[in-house]
């Protein structure tokens, strides 16, 4: 496609449930990273998926967390058991190799009622 | 590891005007400093980055300087507009990593 494409959007969901958040990187980029910006704030990374290597998950905040890459492409954040501090926008990025410039999607809003 | 200190947090200039926006980082062995440019609910765009190899670089009216003894890096807008109005984040890569630590962001709004 023509850029990280995200979805859903938006999605709100209330303390307690599961969410999964997809993301589609540009077609060709081997690399994809996910991203978690709260409100006001930079971003913070999450974990990082290059081509058939073990991801590295050093960013993920806690055990609730966890991403999937299938097949070298869509990749899938699901995060259990939502908490209140779990809110914020979600970016997925992607980029031709591990050095090369990231290219952003446009995130997923996600509040915990 | 790694961090960056991103200043001012907010910044108003006048239409026309120039603005500089500056980040520190921490480990000398960081080696790619791209800067992004975030509007308001929309993904982060990068604009222009610049490797350690290279002490200035220029894009029309963005130029990216690089202090490799000071570790610092500035982003320069000149001859501001009003759509230059949103939020830049800096961002620095250690060498051998692929990972970028980004700084807290600077809001910038250019007044017409």
């Known amino acids: 496609g023509a850029g990280v494409s995200q979805s859903p959007s938006n999605k709100v969901t209330e303390k307690g449930k599961d969410v999964e958040l997809r993301c589609d990187p540009i077609?060709?980029?081997?690399?994809l990273y996910w991203y978690r910006q709260s409100l006001g704030q930079g971003l913070e990374f999450l974990i990082y998926f290059q081509g058939n290597s073990a991801p590295d998950k050093s960013g993920l905040p806690s055990d609730r967390f966890s991403a999937e890459r299938t097949g070298g492409s869509v990749s899938t954040l699901t995060i259990q058991r939502t908490q209140q501090e779990d809110s914020a926008v979600y970016l997925c990025?992607?980029?031709?190799?591990?050095?090369?410039?990231?290219?952003f999607g446009d995130g997923t809003r996600l509040s915990i009622l | 590891g790694e961090n960056v200190e991103q200043h001012p947090s907010t910044l108003s200039v006048q239409e026309g005007d120039s603005a500089v926006i500056k980040c520190t980082y921490s480990?000398?062995?960081?080696?790619?400093f791209p800067w992004y440019k975030q509007e308001l609910g929309k993904r982060p765009q990068l604009i222009i980055d610049?490797?350690?190899?290279?002490g200035e670089k220029k894009d029309q009216r963005i130029a990216v300087t690089l202090n490799k003894t000071a570790k610092h890096f500035s982003l320069h807008i000149t001859e501001t507009q009003p759509e230059d109005s949103a939020v830049y984040f800096c961002a620095a890569r250690v060498d051998s990593s692929y990972k970028l630590i980004f700084g807290s962001g600077t809001r910038l709004l250019v007044r017409p």
């Open positions: 077609s060709g980029h081997t690399a």
């Open positions: 990025a992607s980029s031709t190799g591990s050095y090369q410039p990231q290219h």
């Open positions: 610049i490797r350690s190899n290279v």
């Open positions: 480990d000398s062995a960081s080696n790619y």
